[in-house]
């Protein structure tokens, strides 16, 4: 049907669908068992919006029924390429995907924690940033007592890792 004999009103809104955290064609999406529980809630609740979906009208209903289910389809293909990491296997002296971190800056002795997660799950208000960051790229096999340097604009920050932590 060409598209002259369509109204205006009956088009279908294509949805906009902010793009999960950035993951590098071909770099493995790691997660956490705790960060795929994460991805398998997100998954539940938006079924249940979707299951409950109740629109002033029809068409209304439509378009944000398929807002979810194009945030499902991303989120689907992130869970299917998820490997969760075991912390067991990892070597518990050094830091590794998972470990949570102690670390004193140099400069001015500030104490801080981080742990190092999947994209998916890292938050730094919760203390957890991505291994893709460029602070866990520089942490990782490091051990305790090991320093690592941080260039950034204004400088460089050193830091020490004071404990490794395997939870």
Request: hydrophobic share 40%; no cysteine; charged share 30%.
């Amino acid at each position: 049907m060409s598209r002259g004999f369509v109204k205006e009103d009956d088009q279908e809104e294509v949805p906009i669908v902010p793009k999960r955290a950035y993951l590098p064609e071909g770099v493995p999406n790691f997660v956490t068992t705790a960060g795929m529980e994460q991805l398998l809630a997100e998954k539940q609740m938006l079924l249940n919006e979707r299951d409950n979906q109740r629109g002033t009208n029809e068409n209304e209903r439509r378009i944000e029924v398929n807002l979810i289910n194009a945030k499902l389809q991303l989120l689907n293909a992130r869970i299917a390429e998820a490997r969760i990491i075991d912390p067991s296997g990892q070597p518990l002296d050094e830091v590794r995907f998972g470990a949570t971190v102690t670390l004193k800056t140099a400069s001015s002795g500030k104490i801080q924690v981080f742990q190092i997660v999947g994209v998916d799950e890292a938050d730094i208000a919760k203390r957890k940033i991505s291994f893709l960051s460029p602070l866990a790229k520089a942490l990782i096999n490091k051990k305790a007592g090991d320093k690592v340097a941080l260039r950034k604009d204004r400088g460089e920050t050193v830091f020490e890792v004071v404990e490794i932590v395997w939870t």
